[in-house]
């Protein structure tokens, strides 16, 4: 996948001992917003990428 266009927001998820923390920036606004997450969520991130990357699974349609 390559990235063209404008940056919106980025995402990092970030591991501080045994908590996770998501850090989501707003590149239009140039805010910060911070929140930790539980280790269950973040063990279902890739399920739930797969599930925006399909179409056949109500994903994202692309145009």
């Given at each position: ?61 692309r145009?």
């Open positions: 996948m390559s990235a063209t266009g404008t940056l919106l927001y980025s995402a990092e998820l970030i591991q501080e001992g045994g908590a996770y923390k998501l850090v989501v920036t707003d590149r239009l606004r140039h805010t910060v917003q911070t929140a930790y997450v539980s280790r269950r969520a973040v063990e279902q991130l890739p399920a739930f990428l797969s599930k925006l990357d399909s179409p056949h699974q109500g994903g994202i349609r145009r």
